[in-house]
């Protein structure tokens, strides 16, 4: 069987890596001069079952009309992004409720902790390395209140197979993380997540580009994608310019970017971009050592120690395709780190900064699985989760189309179930 993959990001890659692996003959297309240049490049670079909750809480109404105006609102909503939201925003709120967000947090979870099952797996048979490191992460928060419901919340997961976690006093945490010692004072606890990780995802999908072209995959980079054409209700070929790709299946693992592909087939997709941004500061002189990743709850940012650098992310903003990178959204991180790392010395003249497009749907649960179309199928719509997702969807994706046993409930996942809630 041939199979055409339309996306060399984490998803696009990993589902490449795993059809590779079944004896399929896989051609991936990009638009890229490589593999995971675009959203996957300078992620948060955190692998978190312990945070699988969607971006729509209960209450984000709220907070998205707050942040019309204000460059340093961490969900943040532009106004001329409203015209492309439409019916999509409408249904983002929908999902909003206690109920639908905590049935999607559910979604995530059981995905996040094959994912991280599968990833660990794939290291030991490929020998892949991309910076892991598998410490745990740290989430620190300041207010007792919300320290209380951080925990409570975390009891509701463990009792639903979610991981284990430990709760911090603040001098635990210095003890833990001497880095965190300047604003030790500051905290009302914290939390420690054992089974989170940390890596490289651009490393990540080199790494894994190359594991996959030695099993055959064909790699077609600065080859942007033209036209798909469909007769009787399957698609023939997908065209670059003048180049015509065949396959028995196709698959959209494009990103963002999947519903303006599809438009032209009449199949809107449920996703938007979520624009968010990173600082990456390499070789940092720092006091104390830091090792483990920090979530900031009070800033929601992630502060993640690589090989050789530190890297700052944070904020969601509906914005549209843009990928301007205003130096308000810079400056907000730059505050972000000091905040958390006020004795590191990190300046604006090392950070490098970068910006990319999550591809979220309006439930906050990624699409995986087959398409009105007979033999389009999809692997897109991670959101703020691709990273912690992505070995998961890949292996998924494959288990589907070669007929295998996936170990999750693939229903969950497809593209149907929008059909299903009207």
């Known amino acids: 069987m041939k199979a055409l993959i339309i996306g060399s990001g984490l998803i696009g890659i990993t589902s ?4 590779s692996r079944c004896g399929w003959e896989v051609t991936v297309l990009d638009r890229q001069e490589g593999p995971g240049l675009e959203t996957s ?3 948060g670079s955190l692998l978190t079952p312990s945070m699988p909750e969607p971006w729509n809480a209960p209450g984000s109404w709220r907070v998205l009309l707050a942040s019309i105006g204000r460059a340093d609102s961490p969900l943040k909503l532009r106004l001329g992004a409203l ?4 019916r999509w925003g409408i249904e983002f709120l929908r999902n909003s409720s206690p109920e639908n967000y905590e049935r999607n947090t559910l979604k995530n979870l059981n995905l996040a902790l094959h994912s991280l099952a599968v990833l660990r797996s794939l290291r030991q048979e490929t020998g892949i390395q991309y910076g892991c490191a598998s410490h745990g992460s740290l989430r620190v928060i300041r207010d007792p209140a ?3 419901r951080a925990l409570a919340w975390g009891d509701r997961l463990r009792a639903a197979n979610g991981p284990a976690f430990r709760r911090l006093t603040p001098d635990e945490i210095v003890a833990m993380e001497p880095a965190l010692a300047p604003i030790g004072g500051q905290l009302a606890g914290g939390i420690h ?3 989170d990780e940390i890596g490289n995802a651009y490393e990540f999908c080199v790494g894994l580009a190359d594991q996959a072209r030695r099993s055959g995959v064909d790699f077609r980079f600065r080859t942007p994608v033209s036209t798909i054409e469909v007769r009787q209700g399957n698609v023939t070929a997908v065209l670059s310019g003048e180049t015509r790709f065949t396959a028995d299946r196709y698959i959209v693992a494009a990103g963002s970017y999947s519903p303006l592909l599809l438009k032209q087939l009449g199949l809107n997709l449920p996703i938007r971009p979520a624009k968010g941004y990173s600082l990456t500061f390499e070789n940092p002189r720092l006091e104390r050592q830091f090792k483990l990743p920090i979530n900031d709850d009070d800033f929601h940012a992630v502060v993640v120690p690589l090989e050789g650098a530190i890297r700052v992310a944070g904020t969601a903003e509906f914005a549209g395709y843009d990928l301007s990178l205003p130096e308000s959204r810079i400056r907000n991180l730059m505050n972000l780190v000091r905040q958390v790392l006020p004795r590191a010395g990190l300046t604006r003249a090392q950070a490098k ?3 990319g497009l999550r591809p979220m749907t309006v439930d906050g649960v990624p699409i995986i699985g087959p398409t009105p179309l007979g033999n389009l199928w999809l692997n ?12 998961g969807s890949g292996q998924l994706l494959s288990d589907l189309l070669t007929g295998g ?3 999750v409930n693939s229903g969950e996942y497809a593209l149907a179930r929008f059909n299903r809630a009207g």
């Open 353 to 355: 900064p970068w910006c």
């Open 83 to 86: 015209p492309h939201l439409g």
């Open 146 to 148: 919300a320290l209380e």
């Open 16 to 19: 490449a890596y795993f059809l």
């Open 193 to 195: 997540y054992p089974a």
């Open 380 to 391: 897109t719509g991670h959101g703020h989760l691709g990273w912690t997702l992505a070995a």
């Open 405 to 407: 046993s996936p170990r």
């Open 41 to 43: 490049f300078a992620n």
